[in-house]
């Protein structure tokens, strides 16, 4: 089992941005999948989480109308977007799936994609 | 600004136990809610789960590390210290107020 993330992305601010994330070893349908973001030398904080049997999607506040996710079931990839992105949305970005079931821990990672913002 | 609060650092002798806590509120740790997860992060690396469901832990997880609960507060004890427990730990709990979990600040754990 594994979620394997796209590569590292520089942007200008204002650009548009997508990233993915490929799971590989399950059934993709079977349990949600979401992403977290790591500003660098900061904490993690949840970002958005999809369903993708269902797409019933969950956001963080802070992050609700900043960024869209969503997932496509027929390539087991999981997405994150952004119309304009902002040099504040400088950070890595994990996926990460709950096996077990949503809030019972992310047991599987991926292995990060760093986006910058920089004009 | 996360809604737990973890001490920024935390540190013990190789052999020896530290405990990190975590404090939230009746919306989240202390709201009836068995979702408490901790995760280790060490440098470069994506974050691995220690504990899920407060004290559980994934196959694999040394028994060096256990998890529990009281009120408002969540604790990750590490037994037995090692030179590679060193790393970024980070609790993790449901929130009913948005109806997803949030993260604490993380603490920094130096082994000395």
């Known amino acids: 089992v594994q979620l394997e993330q796209s590569g590292p992305e520089v942007r200008e601010p204002g650009e548009s941005l997508k990233i993915s994330c490929k799971a590989s070893g399950y059934t993709f349908t079977h349990s949600w999948i979401g992403w977290v973001r790591q500003v660098p030398g900061k904490g993690l904080e949840w970002v958005a989480v999809?369903?993708?049997?269902?797409?019933?999607?969950i956001y963080s506040p802070s992050f609700q109308g900043q960024v869209t996710i969503s997932a496509e079931w027929a390539i087991a990839t999981a997405f994150l977007q952004w119309s304009h992105v902002r040099s504040s949305d400088t950070a890595v970005y994990y996926c990460?799936?709950?096996?077990?079931?949503?809030?019972?821990?992310?047991?599987?990672w991926g292995q990060g994609t760093l986006v910058t913002v920089s004009s | 600004q996360s809604v737990l609060t973890q001490p920024p650092s935390a540190s013990g002798s190789v052999g020896q136990s530290v405990t990190i806590s975590c404090t939230g509120s009746s919306s989240d740790i202390g709201g009836g809610y068995d979702f408490v997860s901790w995760y280790q992060q060490h440098p470069g690396k994506a974050p691995t789960l220690l504990i899920f469901d407060v004290n559980k832990r994934p196959f694999g997880v040394p028994d060096r590390f256990s998890g529990s609960k009281s009120g408002n507060t969540a604790s990750l004890t590490v037994s037995g210290l090692q030179a590679d427990d060193e790393a970024d730990y980070y609790c993790?709990?449901?929130?009913?107020?948005?109806?997803?979990?949030?993260f604490g600040g993380g603490t920094k754990l130096t082994v000395l």
């Open positions: 993790a709990a449901y929130g009913d107020t948005d109806n997803l979990e949030v």
């Open positions: 990460a799936r709950p096996s077990r079931g949503l809030f019972h821990g992310l047991d599987i």
């Open positions: 999809v369903d993708p049997h269902s797409s019933d999607v």
